[in-house]
C-alpha cells in the first residue's frame, strides 16, 4: 500500500515563498508521472503541476512562473517550490500520480494573507 505524506505548508504573506514536500512510501516512484493538486474551501480539487519520470514539467497557467515542481526519484520525494504566492493559491496542497492512482495524503494547508 502507498502512502502519501505532504508537509511545508504554513501562513505567508501575498509575495512570499513556501516549498512543499512530499514523500512516498510503499512503491517504486520513479514509474510514476507525479502531481501537485489543490483544492480550496468549497471547489474541486485542481491539478496544480505535473512532473514526469525524466523531468518534463507542465503547470496550470494561474501558477505559470511562480510554482516549480521537481522530484527526487531516489528518495522517493516530489517538491512545489512557490514563489509570489497570490491569496488565490489558499488551499489544501496534495500530491498524487498523475492518474490519481493512489489514495489521497491528508495534504498541507498553503494559507496566503493579502
Known amino acids: 500500500q502507498v502512502h502519501l505524506v505532504e508537509s511545508g505548508g504554513g501562513l505567508v504573506q501575498a509575495g512570499g515563498s513556501l516549498r512543499l514536500s512530499c514523500a512516498a512510501s510503499?512503491?517504486?516512484?520513479?514509474?510514476?508521472?507525479m502531481s501537485w493538486y489543490r483544492q480550496a474551501p468549497g471547489k474541486q480539487r485542481e491539478l496544480v503541476a505535473t512532473?514526469?519520470?525524466?523531468?518534463?514539467?507542465d503547470y496550470l497557467d494561474s501558477v505559470k512562473g511562480r510554482f516549480t515542481i521537481s522530484r527526487d526519484n531516489a528518495k522517493n520525494m516530489v517538491y512545489l517550490q512557490m514563489n509570489s504566492l497570490k491569496p488565490e493559491d489558499t488551499a489544501r496542497y496534495y500530491c498524487n500520480t498523475f492518474a490519481k492512482n493512489w489514495s489521497w495524503g491528508p495534504g498541507t494547508q498553503v494559507t496566503v494573507s493579502s
Open positions: 512532473i514526469t519520470k525524466t523531468g518534463t514539467t
Open positions: 510503499g512503491t517504486i516512484f520513479s514509474s510514476f508521472i
